[in-house]
């Protein structure tokens, strides 16, 4: 008997091999354990050719077709039998049931076996040896193509180049921008963006890719601009979650923008502090000044040897304003001028409307008397205010001129405007005729002045042309008729930057001109005390007069030898007062009689270079008070209220009310 050695060797990495060897033996029969090798425990045949080693003692066997059949039977178990022997061992590496070779229909199924040594009986040893040679040429020549399947598929190049290779070699595609090479973000500016072609790229740079020159895609190469940049929402996007750093970013900025806001409170608290610093040393100037002046007004002046002895005790003994209050008129500033209702006992301040989203416009504010409080806000114009007045009859019947083109008549019992009148171009300036309360006057921008009649509501009744240019009326002032033999006439005052004109009133609707003596180009205004026939003309600061000055003088009528021709009226100066060196605004200053004594006139102006009302003694000429202000005081007006005087300033934004002691 032979001896038969089954070696089985591996077709792929799963397959085992199974060598059947025949070798002498002796007649008695010998058990011998079966032996399993894992793939693990046998080197790895070179290539994946399987390697078949069969020895046979004796000459090679001829068979016939019967135990050709017989042979292929025997060779079949002998290979199930190896399966199930290495799937029980080796239970990572089990060996699957072993398919015929011509119907094994993949390379990737061949199974790993341990190599086998199978003992025979004395019996079947020749025929075992027959089965072993001829199952292996058989299988050999049922799998011609398995090597190059299986070099195929553990070949690391063909495998890099099979579809799976490409999938992982692809794998971490996809997920970066082509112009940074930085993975897209789910937000920010580097979110993913697409163009029309259908290229991906982070939004940031294919947008500062089209802006900064480029007009095609990076990639393709089709025409491109910054209009076909769309936001892209995949639903399976592999990109960098930054939501963490966005929101970091969020805060930062936040602290920054507090920061800054930090930064720009202290820069105003700085000039705030510089600002009060200023203030504080222009006070200390102030009080410096106004000692010097309350010690020259102490020692009095020689200035007034015109006025009498007794008018002189008058205005040294007579007393001075003491600051009462100050009122808040309006909060934006827009304030311009200033007028007093005795019927009412208010005061009246222009000022824009308070409330300019529902009411638009500008109107007056009352302000009472007896608390020093405002009390209530009545709108009139559309344009700024430049001129109130009230008539002599206690009507409490407000005249007011706008930049609006009209004069209106507001009734202050109803706060209604009960009449207006269309000039067709700007107001500067009006007032009553105190002769006839039946007749108003308006001062245009070009120079002429218009009158008329309140029981006539359509139109004006005539037109008083300019004589010398057209520069606006700043001022309009009525001096009524007295029994003066300086003056006698009554008449009214119209004063511009080019100087004064008297429109002296004759009778009804006759106006007889007279130009009057002042400079040309300076006049800034003139106000009119009616009971002493004197006018105040106020000059601002020029070349040859650097300060602002303001002159009293007196009306005066000459009358004519020929009785034929008309008395001429002209003015002459009294007393001249000056104040600082600026005047930019068009302020009203004010000449009335003296709370201390009949006989005794003061004079009241703002200083626009130091903030402040000077208060001088019309007889003297000296300073006597000097009270400071806010902003330019752009409006006086003195009133009384319970035998008591008191003296109105008004700023743009501040009303400030002294009483006399």
């Known amino acids: 008997m032979e001896d038969m050695e089954v070696e089985v060797a591996p077709a792929s990495s799963e397959a085992g091999v199974i060598v059947v060897s025949d070798s002498e033996s002796s007649t008695e029969e010998e058990d011998v354990p079966m032996q399993v090798q894992s793939p693990s425990d046998r080197p790895r045949p070179s290539g994946l050719h399987v390697v078949r080693r069969r020895r046979i003692t004796g000459s090679r066997t001829q068979f016939s077709p019967r135990e050709e059949r017989i042979r292929r039977l025997r060779e079949l178990i002998v290979e199930n039998l190896a399966v199930r022997l290495s799937g029980s061992q080796d239970a990572p590496h089990s060996v699957p049931h072993v398919n015929p070779p011509a119907l094994d229909p993949e390379p990737s199924s061949r199974h790993t076996a341990a190599a086998v040594n199978v003992p025979t009986s004395d019996e079947s040893s020749a025929t075992g040896s027959s089965v072993s040679t001829e199952a292996e040429a058989s299988r050999a020549a049922a799998r011609p193509e398995e090597p190059e399947q299986e070099s195929e598929s553990e070949d690391p190049v063909a495998a890099a180049a099979s579809p799976a290779g490409e999938a992982v070699a692809d794998e971490g595609e996809g997920d970066t921008c082509s112009i940074c090479f930085e993975p897209w973000t789910t937000a920010g500016d580097h979110r993913l963006a697409a163009l029309r072609c259908g290229h991906l790229f982070g939004f940031i740079c294919i947008s500062r890719w089209l802006t900064g020159g480029g007009s095609k895609c990076p990639q393709c190469n089709k ?42 409170e202290v820069a105003q608290c700085r000039q705030q502090m510089q600002l009060m610093a200023d203030e504080n040393v222009r006070l200390r100037k102030e009080l410096e000044e106004l000692r010097r002046w309350k010690a020259q007004a102490a020692f009095g002046s020689s200035q007034g040897a015109s006025l009498s002895s007794s008018q002189r005790q008058d205005s040294s003994s007579g007393g001075h304003y003491v600051f009462s209050k100050a009122v808040l008129v309006s909060q934006t500033g827009g304030s311009r001028v200033l007028s007093y209702c005795e019927p009412l006992g208010c005061l009246l301040a222009s000022q824009p409307s308070p409330q300019a989203t529902l009411v638009p416009g500008f109107g007056v504010k009352k302000i009472s008397t007896a608390t020093l409080k405002p009390s209530q806000y009545v709108p009139i114009h559309s344009k700024q205010i430049r001129g109130l007045a009230f008539s002599r009859l206690q009507d409490s019947l407000l005249l007011s001129a706008a930049l609006d083109n009209t004069l209106k008549l507001t009734s202050l019992m109803t706060n209604t405007v009960v009449q207006a009148y269309n000039t067709g171009r700007p107001v500067w300036s009006c007032c009553w005729c105190h002769d006839n309360n039946n007749y108003i006057y308006a001062g245009l921008a070009g120079g002429s002045v218009l009158v008329y009649d309140t029981r006539d509501t359509s139109t004006h009744v005539q037109e008083l042309a300019p004589l010398r240019s057209s520069c606006p009326v700043v001022s309009l002032s009525y001096i009524p008729r007295a029994a003066s033999s300086m003056f006698p006439c009554g008449g009214l005052i119209a ?120 208060v001088w003694d019309a007889g003297t000429g000296a300073l006597l008070q000097k009270m400071p202000a806010d902003l330019p005081v752009l409006d006086i007006c003195p009133f009384g209220v319970n035998q008591s005087s008191f003296l109105a300033t008004l700023t743009e934004k501040m009303l400030k009310v002294y009483k006399w002691e």
């Open 495 to 614: 004063g511009s930057l080019e100087g004064g004109c008297f429109w002296e009133h004759v009778e009804g609707t006759t106006y007889t001109p007279h130009i009057l003596p002042l400079e040309s180009g300076s006049c800034t205004d003139i106000q009119v005390e009616p009971d002493s026939r004197h006018c105040l003309v106020t000059y601002r600061p020029g070349r040859s007069n650097p300060s602002l000055r303001c002159v009293l003088m007196e009306l005066s009528r000459t009358p004519q030898t020929d009785t034929r021709q008309p008395s001429v009226c002209s003015c002459s100066p009294v007393q001249t007062f000056t104040a600082g060196s600026s005047c930019k605004l068009l302020t009203k200053n004010a000449v009335f009689k003296s709370p201390a004594g009949d006989r005794a006139t003061l004079v009241c102006a703002g200083d626009e270079a130091t903030n402040s009302t000077m």
């Open 223 to 264: 025409p491109a601009k910054r209009g076909h940049i769309i936001f892209l929402y995949a639903r399976k996007l592999k990109a960098l979650d930054n939501t963490e750093e966005v929101r970091l970013k969020s805060r930062l900025e936040l602290e920054q923008g507090s920061r800054r806001m930090e930064q720009l």
